[in-house]
């Protein structure tokens, strides 16, 4: 069981937007960054959100992060069919001296 | 573009030490922290361990005891050790290049496929 909370699964028809939350605590959120991570199926993780709300070069507009307290949040806007995937948010917590992740949220388009 | 290529052993023995490297192509290795992560089948991401070729490895503390990272600057790779496996260490493992300031982690492997069984 993760530190990290995320909500096993979501879901949205193309166009719509999507929020996808993590929820952690003062041992980790409150106090570190947080990032994300997009997987389609078979594949890598790739980075989708660092620093909280920062994109990498090539990450589409349509991704957007934010943090609050001790929570974060992934929000994709005009969802798109190839945006199916699992995303993963991460942190470093304190409390464990470990890098940690959430347990994933698989993404219905 | 920095590219990393990993391999080992993809069928181990329980009990046997798990044998993992990647190697860094087209890019600094000095200049950045180098993990390793797993997930488990069906699973979540775990995160291993991480290390630089100037300061100590740091691990999972629940691995603590089992798991060595160790770098070879001359190859400009990196290893993972696991020892005394069992079938809780099958799991797809990633080698990955984590940015410093954002704790991130922006270039990762392809995997490799580690199967623990008799």
């Known amino acids: 069981q993760s530190v990290l909370t995320q909500p096993p699964s979501a879901s949205g028809t193309p166009g719509q937007r999507v929020t996808i939350s993590c929820s952690g605590s003062?041992?980790?959120?409150?106090?570190?960054?947080v990032n994300w991570y997009q997987q389609l199926p078979g594949t890598a993780p790739r980075l989708l959100i660092y620093s909280n709300t920062q994109r990498p070069s090539g990450v589409p507009d349509r991704f957007s992060g934010s943090k609050s307290d001790t929570s974060a949040s992934l929000t994709i806007n005009g969802l798109q069919s190839d945006d199916e995937a699992d995303y993963y948010c991460a942190t470093w917590d304190d409390s464990l001296n470990a890098r940690v992740f959430g347990g994933g949220t698989k993404l219905t388009v | 573009q920095v590219r990393l290529q990993q391999w080992g052993a993809g069928h181990l023995q329980p009990s046997a030490t798990l044998s993992l490297t990647c190697a860094v192509y087209g890019g600094s290795f000095s200049g950045y922290y180098w993990s390793w992560i797993r997930q488990a089948p069906g699973k979540g991401l775990e995160w291993l361990g991480e290390?630089?070729?100037?300061?100590?490895?740091i691990y999972n503390p629940s691995l603590k005891t089992r798991v060595t990272i160790s770098m070879d600057t001359s190859k400009n790779q990196f290893s993972l050790n696991l020892r005394s496996v069992t079938a809780a260490d099958t799991a797809v493992y990633y080698c990955?290049?984590?940015?410093?300031?954002?704790?991130?982690?922006?270039?990762w492997g392809q995997g490799t496929k580690v199967t623990v069984s008799s």
């Open positions: 990955a290049r984590m940015i410093v300031g954002a704790v991130a982690y922006d270039i």
């Open positions: 003062s041992s980790n959120i409150e106090k570190n960054i």
């Open positions: 290390s630089n070729p100037s300061v100590s490895a």
